[in-house]
């Protein structure tokens, strides 16, 4: 039997050990009975009521973690599974989370001209161990932003099939292609986001004068 123990505990950056992160969390989930009701309760909640940045992606530690986001409001995709999978925890369900390298084909000519591919390291998302099995969760694009955007396609959630990104947009045209799994984590591994991401992306991004991901 897997030890779930790891996958219960705050971190430096899954701090549901900070009040206002437990206590919201269990906000959501009052009057709810099973893992199950309640992890999608937490997903919906993150989804659409923390809104979707990409802007707000950089390096810088505090960016990262849960508390963070949610006093912001705001957040991307591993800022937000980072909190979702916090907020499971802080109710005493397992939860981790899992990076993976994707290529958004809907990705905006701004980012793609600013990085220099339509490539994104260590996407995020959620997976939450709900009847004895691991479910994926990305509660990554809000309610508003998708409709805002038009082409963004909502993750939905049940708590029993995986919610992830879909590789077609509703119109049927190509999306999201996982290209490199990066594993499941305990705690986030921001180091490593941080060497990788500075390596690939350094040329497109500090030649040209952009200090974002510079901050310490």
């Not at 409001?73 to 993976?100: D, E, N, Q, T, W």
């Not at 947009?169 to 500075?198: C, H, N, Q, S, W």
């Amino acid at each position: 039997m897997e030890d779930l123990t790891n996958y219960l505990q705050p971190t430096e950056f899954l701090d549901f050990d900070k009040k206002r992160v437990s206590d919201k969390a269990f906000e959501i989930i009052e009057g709810l009975k099973t893992d199950k009701e309640k992890a999608i309760a937490l997903f919906y909640w993150v989804r659409d009521e923390i809104r979707y940045m990409m802007s707000a992606f950089y390096m810088i530690k505090s960016n990262f973690k849960a508390s963070v986001t949610l006093r912001r409001g705001y957040g991307f995709c591993v800022s937000k599974a980072v909190l979702l999978s916090s907020f499971a925890r802080a109710v005493g369900i397992p939860a981790k989370v899992h990076l993976a390298d994707i290529r958004n084909n809907k990705v905006p000519q701004q980012t793609i001209d600013l990085l220099g591919t339509n490539i994104l390291l260590y996407h995020g998302y959620s997976e939450i161990y709900i009847n004895n099995k691991w479910v994926k969760a990305t509660p990554v694009f809000d309610k508003n932003t998708a409709q805002r955007a038009g082409f963004l396609p909502l993750v939905e959630f049940d708590g029993v099939h995986d919610g992830i990104l879909s590789k077609y947009t509703p119109e049927g045209k190509l999306f999201i292609e996982y290209i490199k799994d990066r594993g499941v984590y305990a705690e986030l591994p921001y180091d490593e986001m941080d060497r990788v991401i500075r390596k690939k992306y350094y040329k497109y991004v500090f030649e040209k004068g952009i200090k974002t991901l510079n901050r310490k």
